[in-house]
């Protein structure tokens, strides 16, 4: 490890979140993993948690702990929910998008580029790497509720000043362990398609492990030589789609 790097995971009691603690205490190149939400992530004790922070915050009033997003080097957002778990499309967009976009706007603020970095470089775009689990057919023009807050979310993050944002369009998500709450339709359709999606190849379900590898690999990755003349300048977008997912967790 060439330097010591602090990666943070929001939405990591989601099925998503917890795979990708779980996997970047096991495999992560990180002298610290931090988490951030609501409550504390539940781990099994086979999993390594001494480089493990949990700090619980309430989203809506993130100012008050904005010293809770300091010094972090990579973020990982999976924060989202549903509808039927929310309550309303009110109580959804919030959690799904204003808290999303709220939490990057005070990493961005707390994690500014180093007298250092600043001198190379009349951006004043954060170093932080952000890592966002959005999902396959995201369009912010969508009359749907879902697909409309990830896009809207995914444009809101790279507006936010950050160097590089990379955002990931997982399908149809195998769970790892079952939901706090079943969602019935979930389960249904997970049932048909999981065996479908495997037998012909049709690249539009994915493991949340593979989500979660797949998004730690993404971190440790370079950008490709022809954004290099960009980075740092403006900000760098990576889009990962199912297949590619796949692709990068052979």
Do not use: W
Request: glycine share 6%; charged share 25%.
């Amino acid at each position: 490890m060439h330097h010591e790097k602090t990666a943070l995971v929001l939405g990591s009691t989601g099925a998503v979140g917890k795979a990708l603690v779980k996997d970047l205490l096991f495999n992560g190149d990180y002298q610290k993993v931090v988490t951030v939400g609501r409550r504390p992530v539940q781990l099994d004790s086979s999993v390594p948690q001494e480089k493990l922070d949990q700090k619980t915050v309430d989203f809506d009033k993130l100012e008050e702990h904005r010293d809770k997003f300091k010094n972090v080097n990579d973020v990982f957002c999976c924060l989202g929910t549903t509808r039927a778990d929310a309550g309303s499309s009110e109580a959804f967009k919030r959690i799904d998008q204003t808290y999303v976009l709220n939490s990057a706007k005070i990493i961005a603020e707390e994690n500014r580029p180093s007298n250092d970095n600043a001198s190379t470089s009349s951006s004043s775009l954060s170093p932080v790497h952000f890592l966002y689990c959005s999902s396959a057919h995201s369009n912010p023009n969508s009359p749907f509720l879902y697909p409309q807050s990830k896009g809207q979310t995914e444009q809101g993050i790279i507006k936010t000043g950050f160097q590089r944002v990379s955002i990931f369009h997982p399908g149809f998500l195998e769970l790892e362990e079952p939901r706090p709450k079943a969602r019935l339709l979930e389960s249904t359709f997970g049932s048909i398609i999981s065996p479908i999606n495997r037998f012909f190849n049709l690249h539009i379900a994915v493991s949340v492990t593979r989500v979660a590898e797949a998004m730690r690999k993404a971190a440790a990755s370079d950008v490709s030589a022809e954004q290099a003349g960009s980075f740092g300048k403006e900000t760098i977008v990576e889009r990962y789609v199912n297949k590619e997912i796949e692709e990068m967790t052979l």
